[in-house]
């Protein structure tokens, strides 16, 4: 995790040192929204589900919003889960599952008219869930969430890209039934459909 928070802060200042000149113009130049789908492995497969929206300015900063959420958990309590061994729960089939939102704020590397690179990282807060759909039973925490991100956007229309890439969740501190943010944080991959003028 200190890696991609390294490697992505890093990139973002070389990015900026070489704009100086553009990094005070703060004028409205677009703006986009996108639905978005997560996936993550730590704890068997795990499906988010969410969308995200910003402004665009003239120095390529962008500052919005976002919100994701749980839609499918694939058995991740078996045997191959990092809490396969939870015992002080009485019922093991529980589900991981997490709603969060916050501010997003990122900077866009334009390589090209076609392809852009952004360097993100997003705040917010939430919980994360152990939750039981057969017997209706749920465990839950409220958490801080911070994610630093770095995607790619390949355009297809002069307003509508399709972005992919990968970041990190990392959850604030938490406990339940005795787990704490080290046994839920995990790394993530994603993708969606943008669409706007940036």
Avoid at 133 to 138: G, P, S, W, Y
Wanted: positive net charge; hydrophobic residues 40%.
């Amino acid at each position: 995790m200190k890696t991609l928070y390294f490697l992505s802060a890093m990139l973002l200042l070389s990015t900026a040192l070489n704009a100086q000149s553009k990094l005070t113009d703060f004028r409205v130049s677009g703006g986009f929204g996108n639905p978005v789908a997560g996936f993550n492995f730590k704890n068997g497969t795990t499906l988010n589900m969410g969308g995200e929206g910003a402004v665009v300015f003239a120095n390529n900063i962008f500052v919005g919003g976002f919100g994701m959420g749980t839609t499918s958990a694939n058995n991740n309590m078996n045997k191959t889960s990092t809490l396969s061994s939870i015992s002080t729960l009485e019922h093991p089939n529980y589900h991981i599952e997490s709603e969060y939102g916050g501010f997003w704020i990122g900077y866009i590397i334009r390589l090209n008219k076609r392809f852009y690179v952004n360097v993100s990282g997003k705040v917010g807060s939430g919980q994360v869930l152990l939750n039981n759909h057969d017997i209706q039973t749920t465990v839950y925490d409220k958490v801080s969430v911070i994610k630093p991100q770095l995607s790619v956007d390949v355009k297809l229309l002069s307003i509508l890209a399709i972005t992919v890439g990968g970041g990190y969740t990392h959850f604030g501190n938490m406990s339940i039934k005795g787990y704490g943010a080290g046994n839920f944080n995990s790394s993530e991959f994603f993708a969606g459909i943008k669409m706007g003028w940036w």
